[in-house]
């Protein structure tokens, strides 16, 4: 069974530092990787994807990501926060073949203190 | 021109109710589904279809019943609701892959959810 796993339910940075939210993932294939990002009262929106191919994803709003399989993670990093970054983060877990579903983690609320 | 629409964004309503939340997509995507996201933000699917046909159906009261007359629409009809149906449903759509599977590497197009409370 596929699951990931968020590092703090909450992370607060500063206005211009750097962004780094944590995912680890569990799967017995390779999986493909997701980010996405709520504002509040809002659905989903994709920041970025791995499926195959480079290992560093860039994504929207300035954020990236790193698929590193051996230590299965999929962090997501921005170098300088923004006031706008405020939201909460999902990490999610799929593969391919067949109807496969995504698997959401449990999200990461990111405070910016100006 | 929104891609995944759904209504009502809001509903309050009583326990012992029957209400539905209805969802549309104009992408051309193939493959739609249901999440409920709860109080802590956990997100877990309830269902999907592809084309019309029910393809996910994960643990879910058989209280909550889904509909999809056309691929573009997928509604979900909840009865005799309870206190802890309140949540926020997001209906969200993948593009279609190969063979009839959805393309899961695209990701999900969500809908801006509907917030359901049950008092």
């Known amino acids: 069974a596929q699951s990931v796993t968020q590092l703090g339910s909450h992370v607060s940075v500063s206005e211009g530092a750097l962004v780094l939210l944590r995912c680890n993932y569990s799967s017995s294939v390779p999986p493909y990787l997701f980010w996405y990002v709520q504002y509040p009262n809002q659905g989903l929106q994709l920041l970025l994807k791995?499926?195959?191919?480079?290992?560093l994803v860039k994504g929207i709003n300035g954020f990236e990501a790193e698929f590193k399989k051996s230590e299965t993670s999929f962090h997501l990093t921005k170098p300088s926060a923004h006031m706008s970054d405020a939201a909460e983060y999902f990490c999610a877990v799929s593969f391919a073949g067949g109807y496969q579903k995504v698997t959401f983690g449990t999200g990461t609320k990111l405070q910016v203190i100006p | 021109d929104t891609a995944v629409s759904q209504t009502p964004k809001y509903l309050v309503t009583q326990m012992g109710n029957d209400k539905s939340i209805k969802c549309e997509q104009n992408l051309g995507h193939d493959t739609m589904y249901w999440y409920k996201q709860d109080s802590k933000k956990f997100l877990k699917i309830m269902f999907s279809y592809n084309n019309k046909e029910l393809i996910i159906n994960e643990t879910v009261p058989n209280r909550f019943s889904p509909k999809s007359p056309d691929k573009a629409h997928l509604n979900l009809h909840i009865n005799s609701l309870e206190l802890g149906d309140s949540a926020v449903y997001f209906c969200?759509?993948?593009?279609?892959?190969?063979?009839?599977?959805?393309?899961?590497?695209?990701?999900?197009?969500f809908g801006s959810g509907t917030r359901l409370t049950v008092v």
């Open positions: 791995y499926t195959t191919g480079a290992t």
């Open positions: 969200a759509s993948s593009q279609p892959g190969g063979r009839g599977y959805p393309a899961i590497n695209y990701g999900y197009t």
